[in-house]
T-cell receptor, first 111, second 112 residues
């Protein structure tokens, strides 16, 4: 699976959009981009995933560049409860292979 | 609650003792994964089951570690002769074919 690069930390004002970038320049055509987050002392929580097209769900939006070498997770209206470590992962689906987590981005939402 | 369940949530043990963690996945999920996480690091893959078959093991899984999933439902992770370096959170996740992982809340191990 391709590696990802994320900034180690970011701040965001409460109520504003949080935009978390991820670089995955070696991504293959059959690899999906997944985002998880982990709130302190809890298990990681699935947020969203996509292949080529932008995706949106009740938690977030995922914007994938046309060349698929980078993506951005958008939390439209950040709340204090969104303070967490966010992991961007690329993975081939249907093979059962595991997710490789890096160190992620620690997002702090500031009141 | 139909999520992934892990027990015990916290375990303190003396060095050299054996410990066992249990994971109950989401019932219809045939894939089960164990991860280990230390402070400041992301989760690290340990092992993967598809039904009862253990299909992959990380080199992190030394011979003191053993995992089983005897009937393709719950799984156990046993650590023998624990060492202080084993102190970590042990995470279990399950998935069905092609779906995302669902993680449990983890089992914290402290070896003193």
């Amino acid at each position: 699976d391709a590696k990802t690069t994320q900034p180690p930390s970011m701040d965001c004002a409460e109520g504003r959009a949080a935009n978390l970038p991820c670089n995955h320049s070696t991504i293959s055509g059959n690899e999906y981009v997944y985002w998880y987050r982990q709130i302190h002392s809890q298990g990681p929580q699935y947020i969203i995933h996509g292949l080529k097209n932008n995706e949106t769900n009740e938690m977030a939006s995922l914007i994938i560049t046309e060349d698929r070498k980078s993506s951005t997770l958008i939390l439209p209206h950040a709340t204090l409860r969104d303070t967490a470590v966010y992991y961007c992962i690329v993975r081939v689906v249907s093979t059962g292979n595991q997710f490789y987590f890096g160190t992620g981005t620690s997002l702090t939402v500031i009141p | 609650d139909t999520g992934v369940s892990q027990n015990p949530r916290h375990k303190i043990t003396k060095r050299g003792q054996n410990v066992t963690f249990r994971c109950d996945p989401i019932s219809e999920h045939n894939r089960l994964y164990w991860y280990r996480q230390t402070l400041g690091q992301g989760p690290e893959f340990l092992t993967y089951f598809q039904n009862e078959a253990q299909l992959e093991k990380s080199r992190l899984l030394s011979d003191r570690f053993s995992a089983e999933r005897p009937k393709g439902s719950f799984s156990t992770l046993e650590i023998q002769r624990t060492e202080q370096g084993d102190s970590a959170m042990y995470l279990c996740a399950s998935s069905s074919r092609d779906s995302e992982y669902f993680f449990g809340e983890g089992s914290w191990l402290t070896v003193v």
